[in-house]
């Protein structure tokens, strides 16, 4: 599938893009992350929502992985720190999935994050021309709806939304300083704890209610603390009978009569 993006100013830059799967034989660039907290923010992510039940087989969530389109004949290939697509074609039988081409395999993918790091700010790039920023790319090219760059040192997160004119706009977030990412169902916004032996700030999701979505240390805390209370209620249960059997005997009843 060809499709022709033009942007609505004087410039009328054109991009001749092609969705097409990449073949078996290209080459990915072969980055490594930048730094160790990168690969446990994006696990963080993807853990609370596995608990949830919310990821379905349909979806594609991953990190580290490339996105492609072929861009006035040249491919450009992406590689976002998380990214999230609702719905992709099953893959081929016995074939691992290692890109994603949005229409040749399934949906624009809904929102893409990228966590920022002390190189040169290319997650702000909007380079227009090959290999294009990444701005320029999510924006422009693949058309993702929510772009998300989170700062982990400073806790900031800014969520940009595509408008009708094709461009992002910053979101502001709510009275609970979160924002609503409408295509999950779900609202983000930032954490400061301990996790995998990191401290820090967090990108975290709370349901439409208000209520967090727990990683699994979380869980286990939260059954050993409902099973402790449950314990201690039903040692104040018995510490009242043997009250009530104790006061029973002592007006000279036998409580086993009774």
Known sequence: MTQTLSKPNATRLQYI????KLPDDFKLPDEPV???DQPLLAAALR???DLAGFIL???LIASNFGLCAKVNDKTVVKAPDWVYVPSVLPAEPGEVRRSYTRNAEGEVPAVVMEFLSDTDGSEYSNKPTYPYGKWRFYERILQVPIYVI?????GVVEVYRLSTSGE???QEPDANQRFWIESMGLFLGVWEGE???RTGYWLRWWDENGNLLLWGAERVEQERQRAEEERQRAEEERQRADRLMAYLRSQGIDPDGI
């Open 17 to 20: 893009v092609t969705w097409e």
């Open 34 to 36: 930048e730094n160790i």
């Open 47 to 49: 853990e609370a929502l």
């Open 57 to 59: 087989a349909s979806m």
């Open 150 to 154: 989170f700062e982990p040192k400073s």
């Open 168 to 170: 992002y706009e910053l």
């Open 195 to 197: 996790k995998s032996q």
